[in-house]
Nanobody, 123 residues
């Protein structure tokens, strides 16, 4: 069992930045790639980014490529999502999750979700 807690969300103006954190506890998650997803009201949960277990490889959705950066500190059991040049369409609840394998962009391929952190970008 792995517990995940996201933090760092908030209200920011368009063009601003936020850094999300996801800290895990329980069974070690350092062996696994970790994903970030988001869900806006009335929309399905969508893939944002994935960071490999080593932290050396990251994958991004086209909508955030070049603006968001995923990273991790395995010594602190924490993964991060640095979000720059934020846009109103980035407004959503952001979740982290443990990847178990398969299609990296598919939410059903992830276990152990956090409770989410709200990000609101005003125009």
């Amino acid at each position: 069992q792995v517990q995940l807690v996201e933090s760092g969300g908030g209200l920011v103006q368009a063009g601003g930045s936020l850094r999300l954190s996801c800290t895990t506890s329980g069974r070690s998650s350092t062996r696994y790639s970790m994903g970030w997803f988001r869900q806006a009201p009335g929309k399905e949960r969508e893939f944002v980014a994935q960071i490999s277990s080593s932290g050396y490889r990251a994958l991004y959705a086209a909508s955030v490529e070049g603006r968001f950066t995923a990273s991790r500190d395995n010594g602190k059991n924490t993964v991060f999502l640095q979000m720059n040049s934020l846009k109103p369409e980035d407004t959503a609840v952001y979740y982290c999750a443990v990847f178990r394998g398969g299609d990296y962009y598919a939410a059903e391929e992830y276990d152990y979700w956090g409770q989410g952190t709200q990000v609101t970008v005003s125009s």
